[in-house]
């Protein structure tokens, strides 16, 4: 299978709703990082994880490279949220990096 | 001031025709760098990277090329454009002596290929 899958491929939240985006690892990965891309294309980058969990604000982002999984957890939900969230992971070759398929998230008022 | 600049902006080409995009990264001292490549609305695939002046590594075959002819310079190139080669090119760099920096990403070049 592919080595990154990320889901949901798209998500419709509410202002105000809390949601998760979640990505499946086929191998082992060393770390994981999420972003954000705007309409314009840049990424922003979100959170790198070697491993456990990180917070920042409303964002939240766990990393559990034995069970071969990562999470970006969003809570009350903001329109400035929309756009489109990446995950990506190095494995063994530290200058690899593959990224998931993306998530497309649209906050609705 | 940005450590990354990518040039151009945007860029439209004909089928059949060369291309240059380029990557300055200011400041960092042999830093890795990073070619990425993203079809309109789809996720990104890296492309290249490199490590060294002079030395590059695909990842990706797209019928592109890539250069590092300073160590502050990254050069994505082909002499023949395709249709396929539409997108957004991103570019990225990480230090070299920590492996656990996460790349950091350029503004990108988006390409139209008529």
């Known amino acids: 299978g592919m080595p990154v899958e990320q889901n949901p491929p798209a998500l419709s939240l509410y202002e105000g709703a809390d949601s998760g985006l979640r990505c499946n690892f086929s191998t082992t990965m060393k770390s994981v990082q999420w972003f954000q891309q705007n309409h314009r294309g840049r990424l922003i980058t979100l959170f790198y994880l070697a491993q456990g969990t990180k917070e920042n604000g409303r964002l939240k982002s766990t990393f559990n490279s034995k069970e071969r999984y990562s999470t970006l957890h969003i809570k009350d939900a903001q329109l400035e949220d929309s756009g489109t969230y990446f995950c990506?992971?190095?494995?063994?070759?530290?200058?690899?990096?593959?990224f998931g398929k993306g998530t497309h998230l649209h906050v609705l008022p | 001031a940005q450590t990354i600049h990518q040039w151009p902006v945007a860029e439209i080409k004909a089928v059949g025709s060369p291309l240059s995009l380029g990557c300055t990264i200011k400041?960092?001292?042999?830093?890795?760098l990073y070619w990425y490549w993203q079809a309109t609305g789809g996720t990104l695939q890296q492309l290249f990277y490199s490590i060294t002046v002079g030395q590059v590594e695909s990842v990706v075959q797209l019928n592109l090329s890539a250069s590092r002819p300073k160590d502050d310079q990254f050069i994505l190139s082909t002499e023949k454009l395709l249709l396929s080669h539409s997108g957004f090119y991103l570019c990225a760099w990480s230090l070299r002596t920590n492996n656990n920096q996460a790349p950091l990403f350029g503004e990108g070049t988006r390409l139209s290929v008529l």
């Open positions: 400041g960092k001292s042999s830093p890795n």
């Open positions: 990506a992971a190095r494995g063994t070759n530290a200058y690899k990096v593959i």
